[in-house]
Every structure is written in structure tokens, then in C-alpha cells.
């Protein structure tokens, strides 16, 4: 399957048949000018939606024909299954910010984790929800989410094969976040990709953990 980093906290994953899945679609020019992206317009069949706010929310008029998951459960999509396990945005059970979804996705024998905007490190009732992880797509900007230090724990206890970081400061963004390399200096095993996609099998996986940085397509 491929994988392509839009920005912020949007993926496009690519099945190895084709279908195509959208997470967390941000609306470009949102919060005031905040949210500088560009438009995210390239052709999906579903979504899904950790939270509703504006930069994780939003459907385009070139997607109302998607089919759009935005709660928690089991759903089967042609083929990809995915599940819906409820997070919070905040480090006191939502109570400042709500709750935030997280989507894992079985796609080509693999399973895919987003965590949405994940605001506390995880239980371990949560983490047994979540289950095996393969590719780990993680908040590391803090303020709204769990910033570099705590993301690197989630990360160690989810133990995913390949963990990229999303959610952080660059020159498209207008919020308080801070920069990826908060998160990925002095780790190991950061693999720089000349580009916004991979292709990822399950053959190919890494043995151990490792950072995966793909450059913004929508910079």
C-alpha cells in the first residue's frame, strides 16, 4: 500500500487494490488564516474523522460522496476494516477539550493507527483497545496534543514497526505547535523520506522502531 502525508494530520492510505482512505482533513484557511495548507482535493472513497474541529473536519465539496466514519466501532469499507477506539484531547478525560477518536485501519495485512489529536499518554486498557500497531501515525506538537516527550512514550508503548510524526509547527501553520525536531532529535532510527509518500508491505516492515519523516505535500 502507499502511504502520502498531505499535512498537519492528514494521510492519504492507498490500498493495494486502490481504495483510498482520508484521515482527518483540515480546512485550508481555517482559524483566522492559521490553518495554511493547501486545499486538500484529491479524489478518496471514505474519511474518517477523529474530532470535529476545522482542522480535522472538513469535507470538501469534491468528497461529499465519501463515505465519512466519525464514531467509535467496527466498520468494514470494501474490504479495509477499521475501528474507532475513544481517546480524549486533553489530560483530564475531555473536560477541556473533548474527546479525540482513534482509527485503526487493516489495510493489506497491516494494521494503521492514527491517534487524532491525542492530548494524554495511554492506559493500558486503552492500549490493549488499540491493539497491535504496524504504522503509527502520532501527534508530537503539543498544546493541544501530547507534545515530543510524551509522544515518544506513547510511541515506545504501542511499539509499531514505523511511527510518523504529524502535528507540528511549520511555516503553513499558524497554532502554538512545537517543531518536529522537538521530537526526533537524539532518537534512533529517523529515516528522512525524499518526498510526501511510501509504499509500505507487510514484508518490508523495519524490526524495531522506526521514525518515518514525510515531507508536507500541501506546504
Known amino acids: 500500500m502507499k502511504i502520502r502525508y498531505f499535512a498537519h494530520s ?18 485550508a484557511g481555517s482559524y483566522g488564516g492559521a490553518v495554511g495548507y493547501k486545499k486538500i482535493d484529491e479524489p478518496t472513497d471514505a474519511i474518517s474523522i477523529s474530532h470535529n474541529h476545522a482542522d480535522h473536519n472538513y469535507i470538501s465539496r469534491e468528497h461529499d460522496k465519501a463515505r465519512i466514519i466519525r464514531e ?3 466498520f468494514v469499507f470494501k474490504g479495509i476494516t477499521i475501528r474507532g477506539v ?26 494503521f493507527c492514527h491517534l487524532g489529536d491525542l492530548g494524554h499518554t495511554l492506559s493500558k486498557s486503552e492500549l490493549a483497545e488499540i491493539g497491535p500497531v504496524d504504522v ?7 498544546t493541544f496534543t501530547v507534545d515530543a516527550g510524551e509522544a515518544g512514550k506513547v510511541m515506545e ?3 509499531p514497526s514505523i511511527c510518523l510524526p504529524m ?7 499558524g497554532f502554538n505547535l512545537g517543531p518536529l525536531e522537538d521530537f526526533t532529535t537524539g532518537r534512533a532510527k529517523v529515516k528522512t523520506i525524499n ?11 523495519p524490526q524495531g522502531i522506526e521514525i518515518w519523516v514525510l515531507k508536507p505535500f500541501k506546504l
Open 136 to 142: 503509527l501515525m502520532i501527534p508530537v506538537g503539543g
Open 10 to 27: 492528514s494521510f492519504l492510505l492507498t490500498s493495494a487494490k486502490g481504495i483510498r482512505l482520508l484521515t482527518d482533513p483540515y480546512e
Open 195 to 205: 518526498g510526501s509518500e511510501a509504499e509500505i508491505t507487510k514484508a518490508s516492515l
Open 167 to 173: 502535528h507540528y509547527k511549520t511555516k503553513s501553520v
Open 72 to 74: 467509535t466501532g467496527t
Open 157 to 159: 508503548s504501542l511499539s
Open 86 to 111: 475513544s481517546l480524549y484531547h486533553d489530560t483530564s478525560r475531555g473536560s477541556e477539550r473533548g474527546a479525540s477518536i482513534a482509527f485503526i485501519y487493516t489495510i493489506d495485512g497491516m494494521n
